[in-house]
């Protein structure tokens, strides 16, 4: 299983089920197949590789954006990148946003659907999100022009609706170099 790693490169998203309590919010709140999303960073020798990725934590200090070594293998990767000037920014973008405090809002709001009251915040704050808005916004820094294809705003997409889009913008990227050649 560990040979599958070999494949990924730097700004590549992951997608995972995700963990725990919170991991089941967002898989049943949503009713995606996804509850994590992240950007690759860099492999590390042993075989892992160091991520960036929005993670709840109990411990204030680790709550929120920051890097992590990721060991497990992901569900499902996507490359969305076709440049090093877009894998640059997907980087930057997010090691620019390592500090953001996790968006307890949102899952909030993903718990609320439970119960039937569903909404979409005409908010953004910069100071809280979770992983799936940190990595579409790395995401749309390196194509902005990439952000009419969401159905919603940075804010207020979720892993499933990411891995959805990704899936479609990629899938189009493969039929176009298809005719091409």
């Known amino acids: 299983m560990r ?14 089920k995700g963990g725990g309590f919170v991991g089941w919010i967002i898989r049943h709140g949503t009713g995606s197949a ?3 999303v992240f950007v690759y960073v860099k492999p590390l020798k042993n075989g892992n590789w160091e991520t960036i990725e929005a993670w709840p934590s109990k411990k204030a200090h680790l709550d929120g954006t920051r890097r992590r070594i990721r060991t497990e293998l992901p569900e499902k990767i996507v490359r969305v990148w076709r440049s090093h000037d877009e894998q640059a920014a997907i980087l930057n973008k997010s090691a620019e946003l390592v500090g953001t ?4 809002g949102e899952i909030l709001r993903i718990a ?3 119960v039937g009251i569903k909404f979409i915040p005409r908010y953004d704050s910069s100071k809280r999100a979770i992983c799936s808005n940190v990595t579409m916004q790395a995401v749309l820094a390196s194509r902005a022009g990439l952000g009419p294809l969401f159905r919603f705003e940075s804010f207020q997409t979720w892993p499933g609706e990411l891995a959805e889009t990704l899936d479609r913008i990629v899938w189009a990227q493969d039929r176009i170099r298809e005719r091409r050649r």
């Open 101 to 104: 405090r996790y968006g307890w």
């Open 3 to 16: 040979e599958l790693f070999l494949d990924i490169k730097p700004g590549d998203i992951g997608f995972t």
């Open 34 to 36: 996804y509850a994590h």
């Open 112 to 114: 609320l659907r439970f």
